[in-house]
């Protein structure tokens, strides 16, 4: 992956790795950001875990592993607040998806765009690489050259399922 080491880069990629599997120390999780070419201190690595929501919790194994508070899973892989708000956002302003290859091109309402981006880019959807909100159009570009239409067609049955 191409990040810059930035403090912002840093707390997505500790984001998505808590997101990915159970982590269950800091110094594994220094490690898989040592891995990934971020090289970060006991001191930052406890501030940034603290600034991303993250929390200790007892997992269906009974280990105590980080997670995120609630904010990132992906659309189809249980409840959360992030996909609740994307779930309510989908139902509320979403005008319509449509697809070219591994682009989306989103239509919403006059300045609702980038809150729905912001929701989509929250819950982590491995689908997706990334999103650019206007005013009231949000392009996505998916990880597969050719998942744009089943992106848009997620959108859409997550629209008519909230609206």
Known sequence: MNAPQTK??????????????????????????????????QGTLSRDLVDVGALRVRGADGELAYAL????????????????????????????????SNLVVVKTPPGAAQYLASAIDRVGWDAVLGTIAGDDSILIVTRDPEGGAEVAAQLVQISRSEG
């Open 69 to 100: 508070a609630a904010n990132s899973e992906s659309p189809g892989s249980g409840g959360s607040r992030a996909k609740e708000r994307l779930h309510r956002l989908c139902g509320e302003v979403l005008v319509g998806a449509e697809a070219s």
């Open 8 to 41: 912002a880069a840093r707390q997505a990629r500790i984001a998505a790795l808590l997101n990915r599997s159970p982590i269950r120390s800091q110094g594994e999780l220094a490690t898989l950001l040592r891995d990934e070419g971020f090289t970060v201190t």
